[in-house]
């Protein structure tokens, strides 16, 4: 039996009693978390969303309290994008918020994931929106993109998660985090990966090229970047906004710092949230899903 890469899934939001019907109808979230995190880097917006919409929330493996939480054999495993899209639509259809199309918000790796899975099972999939993602992080001069760092980087900062990875994670969170009110949180949950499956998963995101499986996309998307994030500039969601013309994308840059705006500046991503949630509840009050199209505008400093 395959091993799951992810634990802990659960349903919050209008759930029970004569809220059922209520519960059937409404817009359903799904928050998916990255590299370094658990679901509890959404807990600042989890009370705000969970008024109005059922929320799916739910660990990757990697994570302390993931599936793959003490386990030796977890440091071995070949991480892909792939599975872990496989993984996300095993979980939705599992809990049944796909059932009538979700609003996927999903943050650093996991955005490269749910384009995949949306690729694959665009039913489940009404809107993404990709949080802080990158489909490459290695800048190409040959080719004119701009990832944010130089192969050269990329391969220093691996060693160094190799040789001494509990020192790699205290210089890396300051500037990932870019705020000292969410440095803490993310020394916590950074320091709780295995260092093998921290550096195997690290390898799989900052030395991957995801850049084909944005021409795939035919899910509406609000690409979401912050203004002074170090691990993906704004340059990249111009990028991304470009090559997802399938769906006239929206692009938001959030006018803050790092790289969880989560964490750093919740309000500001709440705000776009809002604005995605009552364009599907749109959409579902004229039972026209495709009836609402994305304003393909980059709007700058939310």
């Known amino acids: 039996m395959t091993k799951q890469w992810r634990a802990n899934a659960r349903v919050v939001g209008r759930i029970g009693g004569h809220e059922d019907e209520e519960r059937s109808a409404a817009v359903s979230v799904v928050l998916a978390h990255g590299y370094g995190a658990s679901q509890a880097v959404w807990d600042k917006l989890v009370p705000s969303l969970s008024l109005n919409h059922n929320l799916l929330l739910f660990d990757w493996n990697f994570t302390s309290t993931g599936a793959g939480a003490g386990d030796e054999a977890a440091a071995d495993e070949v991480y892909t994008f792939g599975r872990f899209a496989d993984e996300l639509i095993a979980v939705m259809e599992e809990s049944g918020v796909g059932d009538s199309g979700a ?167 709440l705000d776009i949230l809002d604005g995605v949630l009552r364009l599907r509840e749109a959409a579902v009050e004229h039972d026209d899903a495709g009836a609402v199209e994305i304003d393909g505008g980059i709007d700058v400093a939310i």
């Open 103 to 269: 609003v996927v918000v999903a943050h650093s790796m996991s955005a490269m994931a749910a384009c995949i899975a949306a690729a694959k099972r665009p039913d489940l999939f009404a809107h993404i929106v990709l949080v802080c993602a990158s489909p490459r992080y290695i800048n190409s001069e040959v080719e004119g993109y701009v990832g944010g760092f130089e192969e050269k980087a990329i391969h220093a900062m691996l060693g160094a998660m190799e040789s001494d990875f509990p020192a790699w994670v205290e210089s890396f969170v300051p500037n990932a985090a870019g705020d000292a009110s969410a440095v803490q949180h993310l020394l916590k949950s950074f320091l709780a990966m295995d260092p093998g499956v921290a550096l195997n998963l690290a390898k799989m995101i900052f030395l991957g090229d995801q850049r084909e499986v944005l021409d795939g996309v035919r899910t509406p998307c609000t690409i979401v970047q912050v203004k002074a994030d170090f691990a993906a500039p704004p340059a990249v969601a111009e990028y991304m906004h470009h090559r997802i013309a399938a769906t006239k994308a929206a692009v938001e840059i959030i006018d803050s710092v790092g790289h969880f705006p989560q964490l750093v500046a919740p309000e500001k991503l």
